[in-house]
């Protein structure tokens, strides 16, 4: 920061006036100690985990698995056989889990 040395310097009592005219200008505003979201309809947005969801219907249709597709082994998802990355033993395993 760029300091002007021929600017009259002021005291400490003066800085200090400046800093409580400025606290006093501050108070006035509008929006000077609020909070612009409420908590309470933050928290309810939120889902937590165990939330009962009892009521709720799965919207995806569920279909068995393809004779081109294959089940990890490591991480137990369904891959397409392109992603294959080794079958030892039966033991498969995709090209992510494979590393």
């Known amino acids: 920061m760029a300091t002007d040395y ?6 400490d009592e003066d800085q200090s006036e400046d800093s409580l005219e400025e606290l006093k200008a501050r108070r006035h505003e509008k929006n000077s100690g609020k909070v612009d979201e409420d908590e ?22 569920v279909v068995p ?9 490591s991480c137990f998802l369904v891959h397409h056989r392109s992603q294959l990355a080794s079958d030892k033993k039966g033991v498969l395993v995709c090209r992510d889990c494979d590393g």
Request: glycine residues 2%; contains cysteine; charged residues 30%.
């Open 65 to 73: 698995r393809q004779n081109d597709e294959f089940t990890c082994s």
């Open 6 to 11: 021929d600017a009259p310097r002021k005291t």
């Open 40 to 61: 309470t309809e933050a928290a309810e947005s939120f889902e937590l985990p165990g939330a009962d969801l009892s009521h709720e219907e799965l919207a995806v249709q």
